[in-house]
């Protein structure tokens, strides 16, 4: 069973503070990804990592930034928090055998910058 | 340039009545569809995808290439079928491209 977990379910952060997500994957996936979910926009890529070490920008990276400095973890990092970043924060590794393309979601953390 | 579209929000049902969510997508190859659901509270998870074509918990989704769709179904919905479901597609960039989402809620 394939299991990605994040560092908090919960976090509360001011604005200004440098902010670290972590994401950490058992399954040995290539592929990592962070996502932010906002009612009414979906699930938006933020940034998606095929390697370590290799980073690619999403739809929305302005503001954020990742390490993959192993295969199992992928951090994002906000520099310096803002409250338009207040959101749930989702991420996610792939896997494709046999033509089967599947993502595993982690459970998420709720980030909140006041 | 790959798009998914669910054009609702919001999709209210009574137990036992159908359910229809709505997914259509632009995209010039051959993609692979996917629906995810995310249960209250729970994380994401794939509840099904075209190329399986199988019935899980009752919905089936059929892709339609030449509507562009992949509507997802169940003639009979639960009360435990609330949930956020998410459209998504993957064509060939090992990304997932997501729809905005449509809540369904089912009552009783």
């Known amino acids: 069973d394939v299991k990605v977990t994040q560092s908090s379910r919960y976090l509360v952060k001011r604005t200004g503070e440098k902010v670290f997500l972590e994401c950490v994957q058992d399954?040995?996936?290539?592929?990592m990804f962070w996502y932010r979910q906002d009612p009414g926009l979906g699930l938006r890529l933020i940034y998606f990592?095929?390697?370590?070490?290799?980073?690619e920008k999403g739809d929305i990276p302005e503001g954020y930034s990742v390490s993959r400095e192993k295969k199992e973890r992928f951090s994002l990092i906000l520099e310096s928090a803002s409250t338009n970043q207040t959101s749930m924060y989702l991420c996610a590794s792939s896997v494709s055998e046999g033509g089967r393309y599947e993502q595993y979601f982690g459970p998420g953390t709720r980030l909140t910058v006041t | 340039a790959q798009r998914v579209t669910q054009p609702e929000k919001l999709l209210s049902v009574f137990k036992g009545a159908p359910v229809e969510l709505k997914c259509n997508y632009s995209y010039s190859g051959s993609p692979e569809l996917f629906w995810y659901v995310q249960y209250s509270r729970q994380r994401l998870q794939l509840l099904l995808r075209h190329i399986s074509r199988e019935s899980i918990k009752g919905f089936t989704a059929d892709l339609n290439k030449g509507e562009t769709s992949f509507h997802l179904k169940k003639p009979f919905a639960q009360e435990e079928d609330s949930a956020m479901y998410y459209c998504a597609l993957e064509g060939g960039s090992e990304k997932l491209v997501f729809g905005k989402g449509t809540k369904l809620t089912v009552n009783p």
């Open positions: 399954m040995d996936h290539e592929n």
């Open positions: 990592s095929y390697d370590v070490k290799m980073k």
